[in-house]
């Protein structure tokens, strides 16, 4: 690894400190080095604050060995005007004479727009260093601008036979098939992403609340389908801990694919990712229409020997993780 490739990584690790807190913009890392030394580093701000190259910037002590400095970022300097000024702009008021970027900002605001000011102001710009990692670290904010919708993420847990719920309940609550730390992974993951879909079926027979009760964080949006507006007012979804938004027959063509058009409903609502989290038939959809980017598939120790079967899908294996005796396997959609 070279330093350059040194220090943009350091960028990427500090850049998930603003993870489920930056949306919709990009989680963004940046780090300012002076005579192969570390004098700065930032990561975005929660949205509407500042970018991460004005948190580094902020951060130098001593500001004028800025302009014998090097400035690494994640992605691309903004150029353009939005809650904040442009962090090209900043860079080359303080005469920051080296720019290294991971990668170049697709979004159409800024598509090589940034390098070029930095060029024209007489910087030195270095692109592509760690460009696949930096391009992964964007997945969502890349997905919701290239694509023109979310980056999608597929959850369930499943028992040792393969199914996902009990042919029969009892009660109007989840039947648990995985241990409570993964449980708590789950609520884990609701903080990082903007928000959380269920079907009908979900929402009647769990009753879900769909928040992060057990890990400190922001509560997704709840996107809930109620396709023919039944649901009763007294289920959890219904009350004000987290948004929500309901999808019927009045906002959409079921007998299209509902998928798509979720998913143009999610960008219109500026929402840069979402986790499914069922039913069967539900994720079965968006696996269908070939709309998700990431599964994350609990095994957990049990049997039900008869129910709802799991998703059927097929995708890339990236990781297997044991959480005691469950084991969650990770897939990205090739």
């Known amino acids: 690894m070279n330093l350059h490739e040194y220090y943009i990584n350091r960028c990427l690790e500090i850049a998930k400190n603003g993870l489920g807190t930056t949306r919709p913009n990009p989680m963004v890392g940046s780090v300012i080095v002076y005579n192969n030394k570390i004098i700065g580093e930032g990561f975005t701000s929660p949205y509407g604050g500042n970018h991460a190259e004005v948190n580094a910037i902020n951060s130098?002590?001593?500001?004028?060995?800025?302009?014998?400095?090097?400035?690494?970022?994640?992605?691309?300097?903004?150029?353009h005007f939005g809650k904040t000024p442009p962090c090209s702009d900043l860079i080359i008021k303080n005469k920051i004479p080296n720019v290294v970027i991971g990668c170049i900002d697709?979004?159409?605001?800024?598509?090589g727009k940034g390098i070029k000011k930095l060029k024209e102001a007489g910087c030195h710009v270095v692109v592509g260093v760690l460009e696949a990692a930096c391009r992964a670290h964007?997945?969502?904010?890349?997905?919701?601008?290239?694509?023109?919708?979310?980056y999608i993420i597929l959850k369930w847990a499943e028992t040792v036979d393969g199914f996902i719920a009990p042919k029969q309940k009892s009660e109007q609550k989840p039947v648990w098939i995985t241990n409570t730390i993964s449980r708590q992974w789950v609520h884990?993951?609701?903080?990082?992403?903007?928000?959380?879909?269920?079907?009908?079926?979900?929402?009647?027979?769990?009753?879900?609340?769909?928040?992060?009760?057990?890990?400190?964080?922001?509560n997704p949006t709840r996107i809930i389908i109620d396709k023919k507006q039944k649901l009763p007012e007294n289920l959890s979804v219904f009350n004000t801990d987290a948004n929500t938004y309901f999808i019927s027959e009045k906002?959409?063509?079921?007998?299209?694919?509902i998928g798509a058009q979720i998913c143009d409903f999610l960008f219109n609502k500026h929402i840069n990712s979402v986790i499914i989290e069922g039913g069967s038939k539900t994720l079965q959809t968006f696996i269908d229409e070939d709309l998700w980017d990431e599964a994350r598939i609990f095994t957990g120790h049990v049997k039900f020997n008869d129910g709802v079967k799991a998703p059927s899908f097929s995708g890339n294996l990236i990781?297997?993780?044991?959480?005691?005796k469950d084991i969650l396997k990770t897939y990205i959609n090739d």
């Open 251 to 257: 906002e959409m063509d079921f007998s299209k694919q």
């Open 319 to 324: 990781s297997e993780t044991y959480i005691l």
């Open 106 to 111: 697709d979004n159409e605001q800024v598509a």
């Open 188 to 218: 884990k993951w609701r903080t990082e992403e903007q928000a959380i879909l269920i079907g009908t079926n979900t929402a009647l027979q769990d009753n879900p609340s769909l928040t992060a009760r057990d890990w400190t964080g922001e």
């Open 60 to 79: 130098v002590k001593d500001q004028s060995l800025l302009k014998d400095a090097t400035i690494y970022v994640t992605l691309e300097p903004c150029s």
């Open 138 to 150: 964007h997945k969502r904010f890349f997905t919701f601008h290239n694509k023109k919708r979310p």
